[in-house]
């Protein structure tokens, strides 16, 4: 039985790997991936403190949870092609299309 606390330090390190994409990097598709990379640490900690309480909800709050990851993924890339069609490139200071 792997203890509960190995499952936390692996939910900080994954949602930690996320944020250090989202602030360092500038390609659109990184940072998507590091946004995807941060709800999955949460869906780890759901499961394991579900597991560890024996309860469902927490399994059941992460299948509906990886439901709106994967149409988040279907928008945000279809906004990236848009954009990349748009301007010829990924790079997230290359766009002010919603700024004034």
């Not at 149409?71 to 490139?89: D, M, N, P, Q, T």
């Amino acid at each position: 039985m792997i203890p509960l606390s190995y499952y936390v330090i692996l939910s900080g390190v994954v949602f930690l790997t996320g944020v250090v994409g989202v602030l360092l990097r500038r390609n659109i598709i990184i940072i998507l991936l590091s946004v995807e990379l941060m709800l999955n640490a949460t869906n780890i900690n759901f499961v394991a403190f579900s597991q560890y309480l024996h309860d469902v909800a927490g399994q059941v709050f992460v299948f509906f949870a990886l439901t709106v990851a994967a149409a988040e993924v279907a928008v945000g890339l279809a906004i990236i092609i848009a954009l990349y069609r748009a301007k010829s490139g990924v790079n997230i200071d290359e766009f002010q299309l919603l700024k004034w």
